[in-house]
């Protein structure tokens, strides 16, 4: 999955040798050099995350994407397999940007997904309980 991190577009993905825990106390790493402490907080779409003594800011890709795999302005799509626990808009609905749109979790983590700008909602076509795949397209928003 690609996102913004300190700035510069980068695909994420986990090398086959390390594996992240999560635990009470944050995250452990483990790796060919050992295992680390890491801790990531969320602030909105963004996560900081420390590790090893460095931090970096992971950010979503905002609409405008038209590329392989990507968002179109103004689409959400799952970015992880999950469930929709919530909906907050149908519709019709005028949202402004930022507002909550649906609740998805993936992994055990809930994340509010949210309009990428004021406009109408439209191709929500999705249920609180329904599966949704990577990709699968959540809903849309038109600028008014």
């Known amino acids: 999955m690609k996102r913004l991190i300190n700035g510069e577009e980068v695909e994420l993905s986990l090398p086959d040798d390390f594996t992240v825990i999560r635990t009470a106390e944050g995250l452990r790493v483990r790796g060919p050099d050992g295992t680390h402490s890491a801790a990531a907080v969320r602030s909105g779409d963004t996560v900081h995350v420390s590790y090893k003594g460095r931090v970096w800011q992971i950010d979503p890709i905002r609409h405008g994407l038209d590329h392989a795999g990507g968002e ?21 609905d005028q949202v402004e940007e930022g507002a909550k749109v649906l609740v998805l979790e993936a992994m055990k983590m809930q994340r509010e997904i949210t309009a990428p700008f004021a406009g109408t909602v439209a191709h929500l076509d999705i249920k609180k309980g329904d599966q949704v795949a990577e990709g699968d397209l959540l809903f849309s928003v038109e600028p008014d």
């Open 72 to 92: 179109a302005e103004g689409e959400r799509r799952a970015q992880l397999p999950g469930q929709v626990i919530e909906v907050a808009a149908a519709n019709g």
